[in-house]
T-cell receptor, first 114, second 113 residues
């Protein structure tokens, strides 16, 4: 079935370091791909998305490119800040049936130290 | 401002009691969803509804029930049949026909004592 796999955390970085969080997926058809961010005690906020192969989603300095050939959607940021500390979820939309269901990875906790 | 409101934010329940979590949206979205979040397990889908008076089971529906009598509201009842109900519950909604983005509420944390 459809699934999303993220790199395990926590990821601990110093401020201004480069960030990569790996995400790979398995899906039939052509899903849309998403990154969501969750701050402590809160719900999820959409960070960025891509709807077709080779699309690049970007927001707040974060980027991810939809790679169909490697079934990947890795999240990157050139220089992280302490305020980026949160849990990051990769997700895909189930292509069939137009139900709008999202399948999520297990989440990756990012800790940025000053 | 438009958004999704979940209540209560924190809830404590004794074993054997049913509890209902509220989810209200004023985004005029057609579809609504309930997810459960446990540490290190991501989010798992409990129930979803694409239209009023209709809903479908997700991956972990056992021990839960929902209703969709109004477009704006999608309450979730955690019944005494749910074996491990302590979790963080997230409600989301989506406008049918868009690229699949879900909008989430702030969540409700249920603790069974």
């Amino acid at each position: 079935g459809d699934s999303v796999t993220q790199m395990e955390g926590p990821v601990t970085l110093s401020e201004e370091a480069f960030l990569t969080i790996n995400c790979t997926y398995t899906a039939t058809g052509y899903p849309s791909l998403f990154w969501y961010v969750q701050y402590p005690g809160e719900g999820l906020q959409l960070l960025l998305k891509a709807t077709k192969a080779d699309d690049k989603g970007s927001n707040k300095g974060f980027e991810a490119t939809y790679r169909k050939e490697t079934t990947s959607f890795h999240l990157e940021k050139g220089s992280v800040q302490v305020s980026d500390s949160a849990v990051y979820f990769c997700a895909l939309s189930v292509p069939s049936g137009n139900t709008g269901k999202l399948i999520f990875g297990q989440g990756t906790t990012l800790q940025v130290k000053p | 401002d438009g958004g999704i409101t979940q209540s209560p934010k924190y809830l404590f329940r004794k074993e054997g009691q049913n509890v209902t979590l509220s989810c209200e949206q004023n985004l005029n979205h057609d579809a609504m969803y309930w997810y459960r979040q446990d540490p290190g397990q991501g989010l798992r889908l409990i129930y979803y509804s694409q239209i009023v008076n209709d809903f479908q089971k997700g991956d972990i529906a056992e021990g839960y029930s929902v209703s969709r009598e109004k477009k704006e509201s999608f309450p979730l009842t955690v019944t005494s049949a749910q074996k491990n109900p302590t979790a963080f519950y997230l409600c989301a909604s989506r406008l049918t026909g868009n690229t699949g983005e879900l909008f989430f509420g702030e969540g409700s944390r249920l603790t069974v004592l």
